[in-house]
């Protein structure tokens, strides 16, 4: 079995197993702010795969997003039965509002992908790959080059999540 494949088993094992580890990750990721750009991924077999390369100009963040529905906040007036209900599921995956809110705090980046490192029962966390779009680095690799002529990828759905 190669390396990133005997990582990427060892990570799923902590995951279901919720180790000590993986406990105190999540209890201090919680206490973070929602949007933190980190040194290296906690996942490197997950990030390489989805196109991640240790150069400058590619940023790795950690977004939090809260679980559940969305509560509309007060129904318009009059007796509207069928619009009287107060939560709603969400038009988009957590997945998709993570990598909007990180596209959003790095306003000179673009999400190249993104994969979900843990959860608890309220909140789920996941990690944003990001390309700056004036990194020498970066312009210098074809790949990532033609990624960044698509701006704005999150928002029109063209990453995998």
């Keep these: 079995m190669s390396m990133y494949k005997e990582m990427s088993k060892t990570i799923r094992e902590e995951y279901k197993k919720r180790s000590d580890l993986y406990k105190t990750r999540l ?11 980190i040194d290296k991924p906690t996942n490197i077999a997950r990030a390489r795969s989805l196109g991640y390369k240790d150069i400058t100009g590619v940023i790795v963040a950690r977004v939090r997003v809260v679980k ?16 009287s209900g107060r939560f709603f599921s969400r038009a988009e995956s957590l997945q998709r509002i993570a990598e909007g809110r990180a596209a959003r705090r790095f306003i000179n980046c673009e ?5 979900p490192v843990g959860s608890t029962g309220t909140t789920a966390f996941f990690e944003v790959l990001l390309l700056d779009r004036k ?27």
């Design 68 to 83: 559940g529905k969305r509560k509309r906040a007060v129904h318009g007036g009059g007796r509207k039965p069928s619009k």
């Design 111 to 115: 999400v190249l992908n993104s994969y």
């Design 27 to 37: 209890v201090k990721w919680g206490a973070d702010p929602a949007v933190v750009r």
């Design 135 to 161: 990194g020498p680095a970066v312009l210098a690799r074809k790949e990532y080059r033609n990624l960044l002529e698509n701006k704005g990828r999150t928002f029109r759905g063209l990453t995998n999540a």
